[in-house]
């Protein structure tokens, strides 16, 4: 099997990365903390309909000493897109002025915000030029449960597609069966908190190293093991599975600093 | 026309507890997250209260804040106020709660019940245990366990306490937050869901956490699933809206109802004690 590498450089300052190239969709729930620090790295950036009320309301906050207006033209989305029902007038208003471009999507009503988004970025002359993709999407977690799994399922439905949920807690990210998973952990930033979830199907078997409790040719299912509240140990992570796993790990409350993340 | 038994649902915890309907006995579980706005009705309905280790802080912490006339008083009338939200256990590892808060339970007789030698099983799982072994629960037939603070955070805290829903079946548990229920729907039954419509919907959805189902058919949705296959990697019901009072479900897979809890609707200050 193809080993698939992971690793989360998108929280590391921008000079110090390599080769992948970020999108970055937000959606309607509280910014984390290190939003301006994606948005840094993301070469596309979209808001999914209210994400735009949170990037219009919630930005200028990190920012105290500076400018509100200042901040909100420096930090204006590439693209709104969505069923549009939940961003504010104002909001949409303020964006179109400054040329973001608006793609109403009121008329589908069969896929989640966070799915559209994630179509647009596929068909992008981003993801076109690049080998590296990945996408980085805030607001995912969080509010109502239906939304939350709707956005879970987005994972599971473009498994070849890097996607990773961010909330100011944790990250979320698909672990497909059809590759053998190296994750490395930048300690400074992330864990030890972690765990492996079997969300679709039961895994008949799933390996793992580097953990505190590692698996080995174990057994997980809803109604029985998963493997929750587990720790990193070592910097490197591996995984193999017969199922689709959605790996998880803690984000660290300090060492990702706001303030030196002015453009 | 199948032969299985009903399972019938209602959110009677939402209501005020004069009009509850007779026969359910609550359990309220309380964990680590910010208290939902409803958290004194749940206290109000319980027979038994118990927090999961940090859910101490949050109600020694947040409990005052809805009532902020008493809140603006002295710091003694609100020791005093902390007094009537009394839990009646706090068990769990005992990693997250303070120490002011634990001797303050502990000098008003709350039942502590150090559990840190037990890394298997999650702090909902604990207290989940303690409850089925409990007086409440051999006495009662109709006991439904209410749990908030189960969602949020992080993510394999959550699964955690999904699989929690899981794992005991034939427990009524019921995970609750700001903006919505959940629940399990077992495979074994029918289910009618009785919608209390002036406090929750109309957002619902079934979720088939853990496996895929062949056939779920439903009625009184929007849109309805007609012996309808949902998987993770295909379709899952999200964003349905309820349509009739009375919501029917079906499946060869457990399944998750959830709702969403409506903003207004459930007022507060009703609830002083």
């Known amino acids: 099997m193809d080993v ?8 590391l300052p921008c000079d ?7 999108a ?3 959606l309607n729930q509280n910014l984390p903390r290190f939003t301006p620090l994606l948005w840094e790295h993301a070469k596309l950036r979209l808001c999914a309909d209210g994400g735009a009320n949170r990037i219009y309301d919630e930005l200028p906050l990190f920012f105290p000493h500076e400018d509100p207006f200042v901040i909100r033209n420096r930090y204006k989305p590439d693209v709104i897109k969505g069923d549009m029902d939940s961003i504010r007038r104002d909001v949409l208003d303020f964006y179109v002025y400054w040329g973001t471009k608006v793609i ?6 069969d896929t989640t915000d966070l799915d559209k988004c994630i179509s647009y970025i596929r068909h992008s002359t981003l993801n076109q030029e690049s080998s590296r993709l990945q996408i980085l999407a805030t607001g995912a977690l969080g509010g109502r449960f239906d939304h939350e799994a709707g956005n879970l399922n987005v994972l599971y439905r473009y498994p070849d597609t890097r996607i990773v949920l961010l909330s100011d807690d944790c990250l979320i990210q698909l672990l497909p069966k059809t590759h053998r998973h190296e994750i490395h952990i930048h300690s400074s930033l992330q864990g030890p908190h972690c765990g492996l979830i079997p ?7 799933t390996t793992t190293s580097g953990l505190k409790w590692d698996l080995s040719n174990t057994e997980m299912r809803f109604g029985g093991l998963i ?8 910097e490197i992570i ?12 803690s984000i660290k409350k ?5 303030q030196d993340h002015k453009p």
């Open 199 to 205: 969300i679709g199907t039961p895994s008949a078997n």
């Open 104 to 109: 109403d999507e009121s008329h589908d009503q």
């Open 24 to 26: 970055l969709v937000v």
């Open 238 to 249: 591996t995984v193999e599975s017969d199922s689709d796993l959605l790996w998880t790990i």
């Open 4 to 11: 698939m590498i992971h690793s989360s450089s998108f929280l």
């Open 16 to 22: 110090e990365t390599c080769g992948t190239r970020y």
């Open 227 to 234: 493997s929750t509240s587990n720790l990193v140990k070592e």
């Open 254 to 258: 300090t060492g990702l600093p706001v």
